[in-house]
């Protein structure tokens, strides 16, 4: 497995991004209700923000998420949101997802974070179970996001 930077423009990462809404809407509890919006490249460039891709043993791009800047309610943080994390379900059960929230934490350091915050949905049980293991914390919604009903946090610095 390896991680390296990708663009989400580029025709290897919209597969993985149309894969992975596609994932999200077949299995949101109210059919037709999964709001996509795809992301915006100039969000996941740096200093903005980063996109990486997760390629499996035999090079294969099988999984994603970025980072991206927003605005913070506080002067002296600077907040990054995490974005778009999927692995492949064909691909899940090496930990992957593990290796990429720490890379993803890692390129928010280095651009100067101090703090993540990610919403989500209730019914992604493990999604919800690996943001604690990692230190996300619950927290009050950040955003209006239709897609979300539940919102982490976790202190970088």
Same mark, same amino acid.
């Given at each position: 497995?390896? +991680?390296?930077?990708?663009?989400?423009?580029?025709?290897?990462?919209?597969?993985?991004?149309?894969?992975? #809404?596609?994932?999200? *809407?077949? *299995? /949101?509890? !109210?059919? %037709?209700?999964?709001?996509?919006?795809?992301?915006?490249?100039? @969000? #996941?460039?740096?200093? @903005?923000?980063? /996109?990486? &891709? &997760?390629?499996?043993?035999?090079?294969? @791009?099988?999984?994603?998420? %970025? +980072?991206?800047?927003?605005?913070?309610?506080? !002067?002296?943080?600077?907040?990054?949101?995490?974005?778009? &994390?999927? +692995?492949?379900?064909?691909?899940?059960?090496?930990?992957?997802?593990? =290796?990429?929230?720490?890379?993803? =934490?890692?390129?928010?350091?280095?651009?100067?974070?101090?703090?993540?915050?990610?919403?989500?949905?209730? !019914?992604? =049980?493990?999604?919800?179970?690996?943001? *604690?293991?990692?230190?996300?914390?619950?927290?009050?919604?950040?955003?209006?996001?239709?897609? @979300?009903?539940?919102?982490?946090?976790?202190?970088?610095?």
């Amino acid at each position: 497995m390896r +991680i390296r930077t990708g663009d989400v423009s580029a025709p290897a990462e919209r597969v993985l991004l149309d894969d992975y #809404f596609a994932y999200r *809407a077949a *299995a /949101f509890p !109210t059919a %037709g209700a999964y709001s996509v919006t795809m992301p915006d490249p100039a @969000a #996941f460039e740096p200093p @903005a923000g980063v /996109f990486l &891709v &997760v390629e499996g043993d035999d090079g294969a @791009a099988v999984g994603c998420g %970025g +980072i991206r800047m927003l605005p913070s309610p506080e !002067t002296e943080t600077v907040r990054y949101e995490v974005k778009h &994390v999927w +692995i492949d379900p064909a691909a899940r059960s090496h930990g992957w997802a593990t =290796e990429l929230l720490l890379e993803l =934490e890692r390129r928010a350091l280095e651009l100067g974070a101090t703090e993540l915050v990610l919403d989500t949905h209730h !019914t992604l =049980e493990s999604a919800g179970r690996l943001y *604690a293991r990692l230190g996300y914390l619950p927290t009050a919604p950040y955003n209006s996001n239709p897609n @979300a009903t539940r919102w982490y946090r976790k202190p970088l610095r």
